[in-house]
């Protein structure tokens, strides 16, 4: 299995309260993903990142931050969560030397907004 | 643009008998596909991938998918249903680098 580890693995907070989830990958892969994934709805990616310092916004993107200051860890922000926010969120890297690279996945962190 | 239709959100096989689970992409570029596969309460776990060589893709588990350009299909099979099958399965499409565009998925339920 691919050298991703997400954490927390469960969280619950209340709305309004920051809340950050982590990353850490082992691979060296360049670009790193957030999605969040909800029934009915598949996977939708929040933010990508395609090396340090360097991300870019998602299709749901509102509500979130990230950050990427390593190669290794990609830092998912929900700045005031809110109870829409509610749902597991997964983290995936894929490398960058081919054009029809696989995505490898976290273990997924379930957050409940209270 | 692309997108990914998966046909199917539930699907019941008995143990044993063949598994289909359909999907249907639109890209204007030539694109690769994957299918992955999610055990509850799991990640997502690659089961095979198309990127322009064989058309009959052969996956892990015993699972291949045909791509089909000319009905724009990607359909995923499996000859004998495992109880170990159950999960909920997606079709991906990506025209490359950074873009995956992924179905709403199908459930697949395996009856003993």
């Known amino acids: 299995d691919a050298g991703i580890t997400q954490s927390p693995r469960h969280k619950v907070t209340e709305t309004g309260t920051p809340v950050t989830l982590r990353c850490h990958q082992t691979?060296?892969?360049?670009?790193m993903y957030w999605y969040r994934q909800d029934p009915g709805h598949g996977l939708r990616l929040i933010h990508y990142s395609y090396g340090v310092k360097d991300t870019d916004k998602g299709e749901v993107s509102d509500g979130y931050s990230v950050s990427r200051s390593k190669t290794e860890d990609f830092l998912l922000t929900l700045e005031s969560a809110t109870s829409s926010q509610t749902s597991v969120y997964f983290c995936?890297?894929?490398?960058?030397?081919?054009?029809?690279?696989?995505?490898?996945f976290g273990p997924g962190t379930r957050l409940t907004v209270l | 643009a692309q997108s990914v239709t998966q046909l199917d959100s539930h699907v019941s096989v008995s143990e044993g008998t063949p598994v289909l689970l359909r999907c249907n992409y639109s890209?204007?570029?030539?694109?690769?596909l994957f299918w992955y596969v999610q055990h509850p309460n799991k990640g997502l776990q690659l089961l095979l991938k198309?990127?322009?060589?064989?058309?009959l893709v052969k996956g892990i588990n015993g699972f291949e998918a045909e791509f089909k350009k000319s009905e724009t299909s990607f359909h995923l099979t499996k000859p004998s249903a495992h109880m170990s099958d159950a999960a909920e399965y997606f079709c991906v499409v990506t025209p490359g680098t950074y873009k995956y565009i992924f179905g709403t998925g199908t459930r697949l339920k395996v009856l003993a």
């Open positions: 198309y990127t322009s060589a064989a058309t």
């Open positions: 890209s204007s570029y030539s694109p690769s």
């Open positions: 995936a890297i894929s490398g960058a030397s081919t054009d029809y690279n696989e995505q490898f």
């Open positions: 691979e060296n892969h360049r670009y």
